[in-house]
């Protein structure tokens, strides 16, 4: 298992994780101090099922104290967060 911790701002960036792993926020009191919000483009190149999406997720991944936001420009079917590899328990 591994951490990633963030600071206090907006990373623009869209995120696909692997399994095992957690991006954690900076304040535990205010998910909004740290805040993935991807361009548009980044969330068109991150795709999950042919859809733009912010984050894609995996097995035992966990986002914690941050918040995730879509580009204002985006359409129908754009997805805040996809979960693939799942394993059923």
């Known amino acids: 298992p591994m951490t990633i911790q963030l ?6 960036e869209a995120v696909t ?3 095992f792993v957690t ?3 900076v304040d535990e009191t205010d998910n909004t101090r740290s805040r993935i919000a991807p361009t548009s483009e980044q969330a068109l190149d991150n795709r999950s099922d042919d859809q733009p999406t912010a984050v ?10 941050l918040s995730v ?8 079917g754009w997805r805040v ?3 693939s590899d799942v394993e059923r328990m």
């Not at 600071?7 to 623009?12: Q, T």
């Not at 894609?56 to 104290?65: D, G, I, K, Y």
Request: net charge negative; charged share 20%.
């Open 69 to 76: 936001e879509l580009p204002t420009t985006t359409g129908d």
């Open 56 to 65: 894609v997720a995996a097995n035992r991944t966990a986002l914690e104290n």
């Open 17 to 19: 994780l692997i399994p």
């Open 81 to 83: 967060l996809a979960i």
């Open 7 to 12: 600071g206090a701002g907006i990373f623009e």
């Open 23 to 25: 991006i954690r926020g």
